[in-house]
């Protein structure tokens, strides 16, 4: 998707409908400041707020996502190429999402390891050691729980029993056994306990 001409589009089609950036925004019940982020390209508007502009700005979802107005011959090939690129937004976007969660793990796990050695090899009082180490290890928790997250959501699990990729819940992540991304869970579709792989993309 282009941001750009997505930005040029709405533009366009506020001025067609007479309407000031602060009167589209109030009738949306946000900022004129977002509406220039999404006329400038700078931002999307956010998925719940789609329907509704559409409606203010009289143009389909689909003309949105495109930038332009759809004729109906081009219309299911426009909204196929449409879904391919947001599948292939989707698959990049998780990929960098999956990266963010090593260094995340990576740099908690050392921030930890330092203040746990510092503490033993440093000469202090017993309650600053005590200290050093909760400092350390409370944002090491609180960032584990934001990297089991990010694993949680960033592309799906493939049940290897019968091939349903789906989007676990956050419990069945955090309980399940694993080894590195493969998780032992139960499949919400064939209802098998197995060994499921973390992929990028649905086949």
Not at 49 to 76: H, R, S
Not at 97 to 119: C, K, N, P, T
């Amino acid at each position: 998707m282009d941001q750009m001409k997505i930005g040029r589009f709405i533009a366009e089609r506020r001025k067609a409908n007479h309407m000031t950036q602060l009167q589209l925004a109030e009738q949306l019940r946000i900022t004129d400041r977002a509406v220039s982020k999404w006329e400038t390209g700078k931002s999307l508007p956010d998925v719940a707020l789609m329907p509704e502009l559409c409606a203010l700005l009289d143009i389909t979802v689909n003309d949105l996502l495109n930038g332009e107005v759809i004729v109906m011959e081009n219309y299911k090939e426009t909204s196929e190429r449409l879904l391919m690129e947001m599948a292939q937004q989707k698959e990049t976007t998780d990929k960098k999402l999956l990266s963010l969660e090593i260094l995340i793990g990576v740099l908690a796990s050392i921030i930890l390891f330092g203040a746990v050695l510092a503490a033993s090899f440093i000469n202090m009082p017993a309650w600053a050691r005590i200290v050093l180490i909760l400092a350390a290890f409370i944002p090491f928790i609180v960032s584990m729980v934001f990297a089991l997250r990010i694993e949680q959501t960033a592309g799906y699990y493939e049940c290897a029993e019968c091939g349903n990729c789906y989007v676990p819940t956050f419990k069945s992540v955090l309980w399940a056994p694993h080894m590195g991304r493969t998780r032992r869970m139960k499949c919400p579709q064939c209802g098998k306990v197995s060994w499921q792989k973390k992929v990028l993309s649905k086949k």
